[in-house]
């Protein structure tokens, strides 16, 4: 009986080693475990330096959104009296949209109506203007625009184009009746006129 208890506990005891890496091949189970953890753990901090770049750039991202101010709703309804001669080009009226006042100058909206007959001497003059974002809509009539990199274009009802920041470009002609949706960001910029 002395024999069977202690084959039972050699026998658990070989069990137990086996199980917990202190048997025959302990050293190699232990350096093949350690090695294992040494690769998960480098592959860990090497995906938490890559991310970290990210994560830097979301934190700031989220705190220059909170840093901007609550953008309000802005509604506009067309009324006549509303186009002003109060904007840019001196040959146009303009509707603002109240798209500034709303987002405290992230951007601003705008119907441009442009005075006809077109004067080439008064209206053709390339320039550009410093913004992130402009993008234009022909709601009404046409316009001729000559953009660098695109050339002469027909913009018809409908049309719709974007200007990449300081693009240089031109307005050639336009029908006596167009009317015009222009979105540009910031709503504050500046414009520059080119000697051609």
């Known amino acids: 009986m002395a024999k069977k208890t202690a084959s039972r506990s050699a026998a658990k005891t070989a069990v137990r080693k086996k199980w917990t890496g202190l048997g025959a091949g302990a050293k190699k189970s232990s350096a093949k475990s350690s090695a294992r953890k040494t690769i998960k753990s480098k592959g860990r901090v090497s995906a938490a330096k890559k991310s970290a770049p990210k994560a830097a ?18 509604i506009s309804h067309h009324r006549e009296e509303d186009f ?15 798209i500034a006042a709303a987002s405290h100058g992230l951007a601003q909206a705008h119907v441009i109506r442009l005075q006809g007959p077109c004067n080439p001497d008064e209206v053709s003059k390339l320039h ?29 009802q409908g049309s719709a184009w974007t ?20 979105v540009i960001l910031p709503a504050e910029f500046k414009t520059v006129e080119l000697k051609a």
């Open 84 to 98: 002003k001669a109060d904007g840019l080009r001196t040959y146009a009226r303009y509707r603002d949209l109240g």
């Open 128 to 156: 550009f203007h410093d913004v992130d974002f402009q993008m234009v809509y022909v709601l009404k009539g046409w316009v001729k625009t000559y953009m660098e990199g695109e050339g002469e274009t027909l913009m018809q």
């Open 163 to 182: 200007q990449p920041p300081r693009i240089r470009h031109m307005i050639l002609d336009y029908s006596d009746d167009v009317e015009l949706l222009e």
């Open 57 to 74: 750039a979301k934190t700031a991202a989220k705190a220059a959104t909170k840093a901007l101010p609550k953008q309000r709703i802005a």
